[in-house]
């Protein structure tokens, strides 16, 4: 029997760097028709069940088939329009050091008030 495994909480952070913007980031699990309260922090897999590690230490093996999990996700981008239009706005290189302005492509950082993002720029 393999055994798969797969962090959620990783997941949801590798889409975004913003802190603030992940705070709107949400998970929905439903098993079933029940959509379960508690936060999902890790999945497990042995044979044709989904094994669900919940925060509050617990799991819940259930039927693959029964588990349908659901992920919302705040563009980051669009975080930083709630920031005042007045915010400070700064760039910087992927090490640290603050930019004059944003590159044409390539990764940077993006920082805006109090909102952070990671922004790669494939075409100018």
């Known amino acids: 029997m393999i055994k798969k495994q797969i962090t959620v909480s990783a997941a949801i952070a590798l889409l975004t760097l913003s802190t603030p913007a992940q ?3 949400k998970q929905v699990v439903t098993v079933g ?3 379960l309260t508690e936060t999902v922090t890790r999945l497990t897999f042995d044979g044709d069940q989904v ?3 919940l925060a509050n230490g617990t ?3 259930v ?3 029964d588990v349908v999990i659901t992920f ?3 563009d980051a ?3 930083l329009e709630t920031e005042p239009k ?3 706005l700064a760039y910087f290189d992927l090490n640290g050091r603050q930019l004059k302005k944003a590159p044409k492509k390539g990764g940077y950082i993006m920082k805006k008030g109090t909102k952070v993002v990671k922004v790669l720029k494939i075409e100018d």
Request: hydrophobic share 40%; no cysteine; net charge negative.
């Open 33 to 35: 028709q029940q959509q």
């Open 59 to 61: 799991t819940q093996a």
């Open 86 to 88: 007045d915010a400070p």
């Open 63 to 65: 039927d693959m088939e």
């Open 51 to 53: 094994v669900l590690h």
């Open 23 to 25: 705070a709107d980031n």
């Open 72 to 74: 919302t996700v705040v």
């Open 77 to 79: 981008l669009k975080a």
